[in-house]
């Protein structure tokens, strides 16, 4: 497992074998700004253009900031076009344990209206890494 980029807020990895990148949100997201926040997925959205991976494992687990709606308009219009121009068409999602930040997370992802990336909730990671080789 390649260590990308190990910030405050998330951990970057990406697996060569599977070729499946992976981000890991930090407790510390509860402390981050809504630009920090988006710096960060664009800081991932970046390592996912160059690896072009088959698949992403975003884990939300410790994820503690709250997706605005205004948050989620820009996830959708600008990572997720990111992600389908590399042909990445999995994205598996370990939803978190925190309701209003798991409700966030969920609704950025049904926000997701390209038929081109699939995107799936899991609680367990072998589970999700399994249904993105499929």
Do not use: C, H
Request: charged letters at 30%.
């Amino acid at each position: 497992m390649e260590i990308l980029s190990d910030s405050k807020y998330q951990l970057i990895q990406y697996d060569t074998e599977t070729r499946i990148i992976g981000n890991v949100w930090k407790l510390e997201t509860e402390k981050s700004t809504a630009d920090e926040f988006k710096a960060e997925i664009a800081k991932f959205g970046e390592f996912i253009a160059k690896k072009k991976p088959v698949g992403i494992l975003g884990n939300t687990l410790n994820l503690r900031f709250p997706i605005t709606p205004d948050v989620q308009n820009w996830i959708v219009s600008d990572f997720y076009s990111v992600i389908i121009k590399t042909g990445t068409r999995k994205f598996a999602v370990l939803v978190s344990t925190d309701l209003l930040t798991g409700l966030s997370v969920e609704q950025t992802v049904e926000e997701n209206k390209e038929e081109e990336l699939m995107m799936k909730y899991f609680d367990d990671s072998e589970k999700a890494k399994l249904w993105i080789k499929q």
